[in-house]
């Protein structure tokens, strides 16, 4: 994780003064389901393994506090499930935990890259024809990957267990369609330093079916794109990119 301190220090004072606060508290939850095409490679020493990944059905859930206090920035916390099945046929020896497992093997993997965004950020804009959120996003991975090789009847399975935070700037925009209900958005979060990069936003659509002072009740749609070049991570290297649509659901309190 030593890669990754520097952004972490990215200050919340030069999003502060020109933050607008929400003039009342506000609740959002929310779950999407992501229909995701998986593909990419990974090792835990400098020899990359590439790895034929299933289509994948995930889900993610999310709940963001919004509040009136002056430079405090609203949090958001969301959780995504990211747990890839893949399977290859081996043509060089692949070094994984400690174990080789050897050319013509047979190798199968579950590697959960499942994690949680803990968002810290500030309201630029917020009105009916425009918002817009920027801020900084910690990535909690606390997961493992699991390789299984059969060869001449003999598996072998070995486990590596990994864990970090991963820091990124953090930013969404959403542009109301007037007389409409709907409107279009966009959120993503980032990091590109030395040989790592993160990319994890979406774009969609999002209709109002719902909008009173007691609730607010959202149905979206859009596309998810996920890219995971993580370079060290807890002695992990990963380069899995993940995208596809999604639908979710949405209630503002």
Avoid at 170 to 186: H, M, N
Avoid at 216 to 227: P, S, V, W
Wanted: glycine share 8%; with cysteine.
């Amino acid at each position: 994780m030593k890669k990754y301190c520097l952004a972490a220090a990215l200050s919340m004072a030069f999003l502060a003064p020109a933050a607008h606060a929400d003039t009342l508290l506000g609740l959002y939850v929310g779950v999407d389901g992501w229909q995701s095409d998986n593909s990419g490679s990974f090792s835990d020493s400098g020899n990359m393994q590439d790895f034929d990944f299933e289509d994948e059905t995930f889900i993610s859930y999310y709940a963001a506090l919004e509040h009136p206090i002056p430079l405090v920035p609203n949090i958001k916390l969301k959780y995504t499930e990211l747990e890839l099945n893949g399977s290859t046929l081996l043509n060089e020896t692949f070094e994984f935990g400690g174990t080789s497992f050897t050319t013509n093997t047979t190798a199968t993997t579950v590697s959960d890259l499942s994690h949680i965004d803990y968002i810290l950020y500030y309201e630029i804009f917020d009105n009916d024809l425009l918002s817009i959120d920027l801020g900084v996003n910690a990535k909690q991975f606390d997961g493992d990957i699991v390789v299984t090789g059969t060869a001449n009847g003999t598996t072998t399975t070995e486990t590596v267990d990994f864990s970090g935070f991963v820091p990124l700037v953090y930013g969404r925009a959403e542009v109301g369609l007037p007389l409409t209900g709907l409107s279009v958005f966009f959120e993503g979060s980032l990091l590109a330093i030395d040989d790592s990069k993160v990319q994890d936003y979406q774009a969609g659509i999002a209709w109002a079916l719902l909008d009173n002072l007691a609730v607010d009740l959202d149905i979206k749609a859009g596309y998810r794109k996920m890219t995971l070049e993580l370079d060290d991570i807890d002695n992990l290297y990963t380069n899995i990119d993940a995208s596809g649509p999604f639908a979710g659901i949405q209630i503002h309190f």
